[in-house]
């Protein structure tokens, strides 16, 4: 029951980081781009505060997400678990950074199918995305369980359910209780 936080605000980050309870940090191009600053400045930032397990999305098609992995995995070392879109082009990148031991998490996931896939692929972390779910009318929390139990029934266990666009406190229990094994939460959630 892992709890990240879902930001690129480094003052933000340290001061709940003190509190001991916040396991990782997931970021993503917009807001690195809120935050006004460069994106390996702010990764740099949160291994210094000492988060171990830093998200870091990558673009483009399979060859740049591939080499771009890799080169922010030989810069961050083992904090850095790349972030890859659920495309037929991520997909591929996640298989090829999984089988070079690089920490792969698939987001943009809405359907369970697109969760078994990226398990196929190698992902370490599949990123349901609950809000925006929501926001489509169809229940980003149900999403949670219909993963959860997919990879319950098939003894999957080397895929977590990382839940992100998190939008209110209520859904972050009800992600756990479906079986979620992170929730990545807005710092003002
Ligand atoms: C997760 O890793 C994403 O960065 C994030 O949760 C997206 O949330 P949004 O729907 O609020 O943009």
Redesign the pocket.
């Known amino acids: 029951m892992k709890i990240f936080l879902?930001t690129a605000e480094t003052d933000v980050v340290r001061k709940h980081f003190k509190t001991g309870l916040i396991d990782g940090l997931?970021?993503?191009p917009?807001?690195i781009r809120k935050s006004g600053r460069k994106h390996e400045e702010v990764y740099q930032e949160f291994k210094d505060i000492g988060l171990n397990d830093i998200?870091m999305e990558v673009i483009g098609n399979t060859e740049n997400m591939i080499s771009e992995g890799k080169r922010l995995s030989k810069k961050f070392g083992k904090v850095a678990t790349i972030?890859v879109p659920c495309t037929v082009d991520g997909l591929l990148a996640c298989k090829e950074l999984a089988e070079n031991n690089i920490r792969v998490?698939v987001?943009l996931i809405f359907s369970p199918d697109q969760a078994i896939l990226a398990a196929k692929a190698g992902a370490a972390y599949v990123?349901p995305?609950v809000?925006?779910v929501d926001d489509n009318s169809f229940g980003g929390l149900c999403l949670i369980k219909d993963i959860a139990n997919v990879y319950a029934k098939q003894n999957w266990t080397s895929t977590e359910i990382?839940a992100?666009?998190?939008?209110n406190v209520r859904d972050v229990g009800r992600a756990f209780e479906y079986g979620a094994n992170i929730c990545?939460i807005?710092t003002k959630v």
Do not use: E, V
Request: charged share 20%; glycine share 4%; net charge positive.
């Open positions: 879902d997931t970021t993503n917009s807001l998200s972030k998490n987001t990123s995305f809000g925006r990382l992100a666009s998190i939008r990545t807005p």
